[in-house]
Protein backbone atom coordinates (compact mmCIF):
# COMPACT_ATOMS: atom_id res chain seq x y z
CA UNK A 1 0.00 0.00 0.00
CA UNK A 2 3.18 2.18 -0.30
CA UNK A 3 2.06 4.98 -2.40
CA UNK A 4 5.57 6.28 -3.89
CA UNK A 5 8.95 4.94 -3.25
CA UNK A 6 10.26 7.37 -0.44
CA UNK A 7 7.01 8.88 1.12
CA UNK A 8 7.41 7.32 4.93
CA UNK A 9 3.86 5.97 4.48
CA UNK A 10 3.70 4.59 8.39
CA UNK A 11 4.96 7.37 10.07
CA UNK A 12 2.41 9.72 7.98
CA UNK A 13 -0.61 7.52 8.56
CA UNK A 14 0.41 7.09 11.79
CA UNK A 15 -0.13 10.52 12.53
CA UNK A 16 -3.46 10.69 11.01
CA UNK A 17 -4.20 7.70 12.61
CA UNK A 18 -3.99 9.02 16.44
CA UNK A 19 -4.91 12.58 15.24
CA UNK A 20 -8.02 11.54 14.47
CA UNK A 21 -9.03 9.07 17.41
CA UNK A 22 -9.01 12.41 19.05
CA UNK A 23 -11.70 13.77 16.93
CA UNK A 24 -13.16 10.46 17.07
CA UNK A 25 -13.57 10.78 20.72
CA UNK A 26 -14.20 14.76 21.30
CA UNK A 27 -16.87 14.72 18.60
CA UNK A 28 -19.30 12.02 19.46
CA UNK A 29 -18.72 12.04 23.45
CA UNK A 30 -17.48 15.75 24.53
CA UNK A 31 -21.00 17.05 24.53
CA UNK A 32 -22.77 14.05 26.19
CA UNK A 33 -19.77 14.90 28.60
CA UNK A 34 -21.00 18.38 29.36
CA UNK A 35 -24.47 17.25 29.12
CA UNK A 36 -23.90 14.78 31.85
CA UNK A 37 -22.43 17.89 34.06
CA UNK A 38 -25.42 20.08 33.65
CA UNK A 39 -24.92 21.95 30.91
CA UNK A 40 -28.28 22.84 28.66
CA UNK A 41 -28.30 22.68 24.83
CA UNK A 42 -27.83 26.20 24.35
CA UNK A 43 -24.54 26.23 26.67
CA UNK A 44 -23.47 23.31 24.79
CA UNK A 45 -24.16 24.79 21.57
CA UNK A 46 -21.74 27.67 22.55
CA UNK A 47 -19.44 25.06 23.87
CA UNK A 48 -19.07 23.45 20.64
CA UNK A 49 -18.37 27.02 18.57
CA UNK A 50 -15.92 28.13 21.08
CA UNK A 51 -13.65 25.17 20.45
CA UNK A 52 -14.01 25.96 16.89
CA UNK A 53 -12.99 29.93 17.25
CA UNK A 54 -9.28 29.15 17.56
CA UNK A 55 -10.17 27.17 13.97
CA UNK A 56 -11.25 31.07 12.55
CA UNK A 57 -8.84 32.69 14.14
CA UNK A 58 -5.58 30.62 14.33
CA UNK A 59 -4.91 28.98 11.41
CA UNK A 60 -4.03 31.86 9.48
CA UNK A 61 -1.24 32.57 11.75
CA UNK A 62 -0.08 29.63 12.11
CA UNK A 63 -0.08 29.18 8.38
CA UNK A 64 2.03 32.33 7.51
CA UNK A 65 4.48 31.27 10.22
CA UNK A 66 4.93 28.16 8.77
CA UNK A 67 5.62 29.73 5.08
CA UNK A 68 7.78 31.94 6.45
CA UNK A 69 10.42 29.92 8.61
CA UNK A 70 9.58 26.84 6.56
CA UNK A 71 9.76 24.97 10.24
CA UNK A 72 6.09 23.45 9.45
CA UNK A 73 6.62 19.94 11.15
CA UNK A 74 8.01 21.72 14.43
CA UNK A 75 4.75 23.84 14.31
CA UNK A 76 3.08 20.83 14.23
CA UNK A 77 5.06 19.32 17.42
CA UNK A 78 5.32 22.70 19.34
CA UNK A 79 1.04 23.35 19.26
CA UNK A 80 0.37 19.68 19.68
CA UNK A 81 2.26 19.97 22.85
CA UNK A 82 0.39 23.39 24.09
CA UNK A 83 -2.82 21.71 22.91
CA UNK A 84 -1.74 19.05 25.48
CA UNK A 85 -1.28 21.56 28.28
CA UNK A 86 -3.91 23.33 27.06
CA UNK A 87 -6.73 20.51 27.43
CA UNK A 88 -5.50 19.58 30.75
CA UNK A 89 -7.74 22.32 32.50
CA UNK A 90 -10.58 20.26 31.54
CA UNK A 91 -9.95 18.87 34.80
CA UNK A 92 -9.92 22.44 37.20
CA UNK A 93 -12.77 23.53 34.83
CA UNK A 94 -15.78 23.80 37.68
CA UNK A 95 -18.50 25.97 35.99
CA UNK A 96 -19.23 27.14 31.95
CA UNK A 97 -17.39 30.06 31.87
CA UNK A 98 -14.16 28.46 33.05
CA UNK A 99 -14.56 25.53 30.58
CA UNK A 100 -15.45 27.89 27.79
CA UNK A 101 -11.63 29.39 28.47
CA UNK A 102 -10.41 25.95 28.05
CA UNK A 103 -12.27 24.68 24.88
CA UNK A 104 -11.13 28.39 23.44
CA UNK A 105 -7.55 27.93 24.33
CA UNK A 106 -7.23 23.98 23.16
CA UNK A 107 -8.91 24.95 19.83
CA UNK A 108 -6.44 27.73 19.58
CA UNK A 109 -3.26 24.79 19.52
CA UNK A 110 -5.23 22.52 18.39
CA UNK A 111 -5.90 23.77 15.13
CA UNK A 112 -2.81 24.18 14.25
CA UNK A 113 -1.28 20.33 13.44
CA UNK A 114 -3.13 19.59 10.87
CA UNK A 115 -3.78 22.17 8.07
CA UNK A 116 0.28 22.03 8.21
CA UNK A 117 0.72 18.13 8.07
CA UNK A 118 -1.62 18.06 5.13
CA UNK A 119 0.67 20.70 3.55
CA UNK A 120 3.70 17.98 4.69
CA UNK A 121 1.96 14.90 3.33
CA UNK A 122 1.03 16.09 -0.17
CA UNK A 123 4.77 17.41 -0.52
CA UNK A 124 5.98 14.02 0.47
CA UNK A 125 3.46 13.02 -2.51
CA UNK A 126 4.95 15.42 -4.74
CA UNK A 127 3.58 14.41 -8.47
CA UNK A 128 1.23 11.30 -6.69
CA UNK A 129 -1.44 13.53 -5.13
CA UNK A 130 -4.69 11.13 -6.13
CA UNK A 131 -2.60 8.42 -3.02
CA UNK A 132 -3.67 11.20 -0.70
CA UNK A 133 -6.45 9.08 -0.25
CA UNK A 134 -4.42 6.20 0.81
CA UNK A 135 -2.72 7.97 3.58
CA UNK A 136 -5.42 9.97 5.00
CA UNK A 137 -8.06 6.64 5.19
CA UNK A 138 -5.67 5.40 8.63
CA UNK A 139 -7.03 8.82 10.27
CA UNK A 140 -10.68 7.70 9.36
CA UNK A 141 -9.42 4.30 10.60
CA UNK A 142 -8.45 5.71 13.73
CA UNK A 143 -12.06 7.71 14.34
CA UNK A 144 -13.50 4.47 13.77
CA UNK A 145 -11.77 2.09 16.33
CA UNK A 146 -12.02 5.46 18.70
CA UNK A 147 -15.39 6.28 18.11
CA UNK A 148 -16.85 2.41 18.52
CA UNK A 149 -14.49 1.15 21.26
CA UNK A 150 -15.59 4.64 23.41
CA UNK A 151 -19.36 3.99 22.90
CA UNK A 152 -18.83 0.88 25.40
CA UNK A 153 -16.22 1.71 27.65
CA UNK A 154 -18.25 4.73 28.29
CA UNK A 155 -21.80 3.24 28.57
CA UNK A 156 -20.05 0.76 30.91
CA UNK A 157 -17.61 2.39 33.36
CA UNK A 158 -19.16 6.17 32.61
CA UNK A 159 -18.21 9.40 30.90
CA UNK A 160 -16.78 11.09 33.66
CA UNK A 161 -13.71 8.61 32.01
CA UNK A 162 -13.69 10.47 29.25
CA UNK A 163 -11.47 13.93 29.53
CA UNK A 164 -8.30 11.09 30.91
CA UNK A 165 -8.74 9.03 27.70
CA UNK A 166 -8.61 12.34 25.58
CA UNK A 167 -5.55 13.53 27.33
CA UNK A 168 -3.76 10.56 26.87
CA UNK A 169 -4.54 10.59 22.85
CA UNK A 170 -3.47 14.06 22.63
CA UNK A 171 0.18 13.27 23.94
CA UNK A 172 0.46 10.46 21.06
CA UNK A 173 -0.61 12.81 18.66
CA UNK A 174 2.55 14.48 19.85
CA UNK A 175 4.33 11.81 19.81
CA UNK A 176 3.66 10.90 16.36
CA UNK A 177 4.50 13.87 15.03
CA UNK A 178 7.83 13.29 16.85
CA UNK A 179 8.39 10.59 14.34
CA UNK A 180 7.59 12.17 10.84
CA UNK A 181 10.72 13.37 9.18
CA UNK A 182 10.82 16.73 7.75
CA UNK A 183 8.96 17.26 4.15
CA UNK A 184 10.64 17.73 1.11
CA UNK A 185 11.02 21.00 -0.43
CA UNK A 186 7.34 22.25 -2.09
CA UNK A 187 7.18 20.53 -6.19
CA UNK A 188 6.56 24.02 -7.79
CA UNK A 189 8.58 26.71 -5.71
CA UNK A 190 8.37 29.30 -8.38
CA UNK A 191 4.48 29.62 -9.38
CA UNK A 192 3.88 32.07 -6.54
CA UNK A 193 4.20 34.76 -8.18
CA UNK A 194 0.94 35.92 -7.57
CA UNK A 195 -0.07 37.66 -4.51
CA UNK A 196 -1.78 35.21 -1.63
CA UNK A 197 -4.61 37.97 -2.00
CA UNK A 198 -4.63 37.73 -6.19
CA UNK A 199 -5.42 34.11 -5.39
CA UNK A 200 -7.97 33.81 -2.68
CA UNK A 201 -9.75 36.60 -4.90
CA UNK A 202 -10.40 34.57 -7.44
CA UNK A 203 -13.96 33.17 -8.43
CA UNK A 204 -13.02 29.57 -8.73
CA UNK A 205 -11.53 30.07 -4.76
CA UNK A 206 -14.40 32.23 -3.49
CA UNK A 207 -16.70 29.28 -5.12
CA UNK A 208 -15.14 26.45 -3.20
CA UNK A 209 -14.80 28.01 -0.20
CA UNK A 210 -18.45 28.88 -0.15
CA UNK A 211 -19.98 25.45 -0.94
CA UNK A 212 -17.51 23.83 1.99
CA UNK A 213 -18.58 26.70 4.19
CA UNK A 214 -22.01 25.53 3.74
CA UNK A 215 -21.65 22.29 4.02
CA UNK A 216 -19.87 22.67 7.39
CA UNK A 217 -22.81 24.55 8.47
CA UNK A 218 -25.20 21.98 7.34
CA UNK A 219 -23.06 19.94 9.71
CA UNK A 220 -23.81 21.54 12.50
CA UNK A 221 -26.73 19.44 14.47
CA UNK A 222 -24.43 16.21 13.02
CA UNK A 223 -21.66 17.24 15.37
CA UNK A 224 -23.12 19.05 18.00
CA UNK A 225 -26.09 16.40 19.00
CA UNK A 226 -26.26 13.63 16.88
CA UNK A 227 -25.26 11.21 20.07
CA UNK A 228 -27.51 13.31 22.41
CA UNK A 229 -30.39 13.25 19.79
CA UNK A 230 -29.99 9.03 19.47
CA UNK A 231 -30.12 9.00 22.45
CA UNK A 232 -33.32 10.54 23.43
CA UNK A 233 -34.88 8.59 21.29
CA UNK A 234 -33.76 5.39 22.95
CA UNK A 235 -29.88 4.13 21.02
CA UNK A 236 -27.96 3.10 23.51
CA UNK A 237 -24.26 4.44 24.05
CA UNK A 238 -22.60 1.23 21.82
CA UNK A 239 -25.29 1.74 19.04
CA UNK A 240 -24.72 5.42 18.75
CA UNK A 241 -20.86 4.76 18.93
CA UNK A 242 -21.55 2.20 16.16
CA UNK A 243 -23.04 4.39 14.21
CA UNK A 244 -20.58 6.50 14.02
CA UNK A 245 -18.16 4.13 13.54
CA UNK A 246 -20.51 3.05 10.50
CA UNK A 247 -19.87 6.70 9.28
CA UNK A 248 -16.33 6.61 9.21
CA UNK A 249 -16.33 3.11 8.24
CA UNK A 250 -18.02 4.03 4.74
CA UNK A 251 -15.53 7.17 4.27
CA UNK A 252 -12.85 4.83 4.70
CA UNK A 253 -14.21 2.67 1.82
CA UNK A 254 -14.21 5.49 -0.07
CA UNK A 255 -10.98 6.52 0.35
CA UNK A 256 -9.45 3.18 -0.69
CA UNK A 257 -10.76 4.08 -4.35
CA UNK A 258 -10.66 7.74 -4.41
CA UNK A 259 -7.43 7.89 -6.17
CA UNK A 260 -8.80 6.41 -8.90
CA UNK A 261 -12.29 8.27 -8.72
CA UNK A 262 -10.61 11.82 -9.18
CA UNK A 263 -8.70 11.60 -11.74
CA UNK A 264 -11.72 9.21 -13.94
CA UNK A 265 -14.72 11.72 -12.09
CA UNK A 266 -13.20 14.84 -12.13
CA UNK A 267 -13.26 17.50 -9.02
CA UNK A 268 -16.36 19.28 -9.47
CA UNK A 269 -18.29 16.20 -10.42
CA UNK A 270 -17.29 14.82 -6.57
CA UNK A 271 -18.01 17.86 -5.22
CA UNK A 272 -21.54 17.56 -6.40
CA UNK A 273 -22.35 14.16 -5.33
CA UNK A 274 -21.15 15.32 -2.27
CA UNK A 275 -23.51 18.03 -1.44
CA UNK A 276 -26.17 16.37 -3.39
CA UNK A 277 -25.85 13.67 -0.53
CA UNK A 278 -25.70 16.24 2.14
CA UNK A 279 -29.54 16.96 1.54
CA UNK A 280 -30.37 13.65 1.59
CA UNK A 281 -28.80 12.34 4.31
CA UNK A 282 -29.82 15.11 6.79
CA UNK A 283 -33.24 14.57 5.93
CA UNK A 284 -33.05 10.83 6.30
CA UNK A 285 -31.61 11.60 9.48
CA UNK A 286 -33.96 14.53 10.75
CA UNK A 287 -36.93 12.42 9.78
CA UNK A 288 -35.87 8.82 9.64
CA UNK A 289 -34.54 8.35 13.33
CA UNK A 290 -36.81 5.77 14.19
CA UNK A 291 -35.95 3.28 11.93
CA UNK A 292 -32.93 1.79 12.22
CA UNK A 293 -32.13 0.68 8.54
CA UNK A 294 -32.47 4.70 7.43
CA UNK A 295 -30.61 5.79 10.25
CA UNK A 296 -27.79 3.32 9.10
CA UNK A 297 -27.99 4.27 5.51
CA UNK A 298 -28.00 8.25 6.25
CA UNK A 299 -24.79 7.35 8.20
CA UNK A 300 -22.95 5.51 5.03
CA UNK A 301 -23.73 8.74 3.00
CA UNK A 302 -21.05 9.96 5.11
CA UNK A 303 -18.60 8.38 2.69
CA UNK A 304 -19.69 11.16 0.15
CA UNK A 305 -20.99 14.15 2.93
CA UNK A 306 -17.61 14.33 4.14
CA UNK A 307 -14.77 11.49 2.07
CA UNK A 308 -15.21 12.96 -1.29
CA UNK A 309 -16.33 16.48 0.12
CA UNK A 310 -12.79 16.78 1.79
CA UNK A 311 -10.45 14.78 -0.72
CA UNK A 312 -11.80 16.95 -3.68
CA UNK A 313 -11.60 19.83 -1.61
CA UNK A 314 -8.11 19.52 -0.44
CA UNK A 315 -6.46 18.73 -3.73
CA UNK A 316 -8.57 21.96 -5.02
CA UNK A 317 -6.55 24.26 -2.56
CA UNK A 318 -3.45 22.63 -3.14
CA UNK A 319 -3.39 23.41 -6.86
CA UNK A 320 -5.07 27.00 -6.26
CA UNK A 321 -2.27 27.84 -3.56
CA UNK A 322 0.89 26.27 -4.87
CA UNK A 323 4.72 27.34 -3.90
CA UNK A 324 5.16 29.66 -0.80
CA UNK A 325 1.27 30.12 -0.56
CA UNK A 326 0.96 26.37 0.18
CA UNK A 327 0.90 26.70 4.26
CA UNK A 328 -1.48 29.88 4.25
CA UNK A 329 -3.76 28.41 1.80
CA UNK A 330 -4.39 24.78 3.71
CA UNK A 331 -4.82 26.90 6.91
CA UNK A 332 -7.53 29.27 5.05
CA UNK A 333 -9.42 26.50 4.12
CA UNK A 334 -8.89 24.80 7.58
CA UNK A 335 -10.17 28.61 8.98
CA UNK A 336 -13.32 30.00 6.67
CA UNK A 337 -15.09 26.76 5.83
CA UNK A 338 -13.93 24.58 8.64
CA UNK A 339 -13.91 27.28 11.25
CA UNK A 340 -16.39 29.84 10.56
CA UNK A 341 -19.02 27.11 9.14
CA UNK A 342 -18.48 24.72 12.64
CA UNK A 343 -18.64 27.90 14.79
CA UNK A 344 -21.74 29.58 13.05
CA UNK A 345 -23.32 26.17 12.45
CA UNK A 346 -22.73 24.93 16.25
CA UNK A 347 -24.43 28.08 17.42
CA UNK A 348 -26.97 27.97 14.87
CA UNK A 349 -27.58 24.28 15.93
CA UNK A 350 -28.22 24.82 19.89
CA UNK A 351 -30.53 28.06 18.88
CA UNK A 352 -32.42 26.07 16.38
CA UNK A 353 -32.81 22.81 18.51
CA UNK A 354 -34.24 24.74 21.18
CA UNK A 355 -36.99 26.59 19.15
CA UNK A 356 -37.55 24.21 16.21
CA UNK A 357 -36.55 20.93 17.38
CA UNK A 358 -34.68 18.16 16.15
CA UNK A 359 -36.10 17.08 13.10
CA UNK A 360 -36.88 21.22 11.90
CA UNK A 361 -33.07 21.51 12.58
CA UNK A 362 -31.95 18.92 10.21
CA UNK A 363 -34.40 19.86 7.58
CA UNK A 364 -32.59 23.36 7.78
CA UNK A 365 -28.95 21.82 7.00
CA UNK A 366 -30.50 19.91 3.91
CA UNK A 367 -31.65 23.35 2.47
CA UNK A 368 -27.90 24.56 3.84
CA UNK A 369 -26.52 21.86 1.52
CA UNK A 370 -28.77 22.44 -1.67
CA UNK A 371 -28.07 26.18 -1.86
CA UNK A 372 -24.12 25.00 -1.79
CA UNK A 373 -24.58 22.40 -4.42
CA UNK A 374 -26.72 25.34 -7.09
CA UNK A 375 -23.64 27.75 -6.56
CA UNK A 376 -21.73 24.85 -6.53
CA UNK A 377 -23.24 23.74 -10.35
CA UNK A 378 -23.13 27.04 -11.48
CA UNK A 379 -19.65 28.52 -10.80
CA UNK A 380 -16.93 25.94 -9.51
CA UNK A 381 -14.40 25.22 -12.39
CA UNK A 382 -13.27 21.43 -12.53
CA UNK A 383 -9.25 21.71 -13.74
CA UNK A 384 -8.23 24.83 -11.36
CA UNK A 385 -4.50 23.20 -11.54
CA UNK A 386 -4.58 24.20 -15.28
CA UNK A 387 -6.28 27.74 -14.44
CA UNK A 388 -3.80 28.47 -11.96
CA UNK A 389 -0.60 27.38 -13.56
CA UNK A 390 -2.23 29.24 -16.61
CA UNK A 391 -2.56 32.50 -14.50
CA UNK A 392 1.37 32.46 -12.96
CA UNK A 393 3.19 32.17 -16.28
CA UNK A 394 1.46 35.17 -17.06
Known amino acids: MTPAGGVPFVRLSGFYFVYLAVIGALVPYFNPYLQANGYNAEQIGQASALLLVGRIVAPGIWGWLADRTGQRLRMVRSTTLMALIAFAGVFWADSFAKMAAVLLLFGLFWSAPLPQFEVITLNHLGDRLHDY ?38 ALVYLAGAAVPPEP ?181 ALTCAIGFVAAWRFLEDDPGHHAGRAEAA
Open 185 to 365: PSPHPHLHKASFLEIVRRRGVAVLFFATLLMQLSCGPYYAFYTIFLEERGYSRTATGLLWALGVAAEVALFTVMHRLLPAWGLRRLMLISLAAGVLRWLMVGFGVQSVPVIATAQLLHAATFGMHHAAAVQYVHRYFVGGHQGRGHALYSSIPYGVGGAVGALATGYLWTNLGPAHTFAVA
Open 133 to 170: TRIRLWGSIGFILSAGLLGALLQRWGIALLPAILLGLI
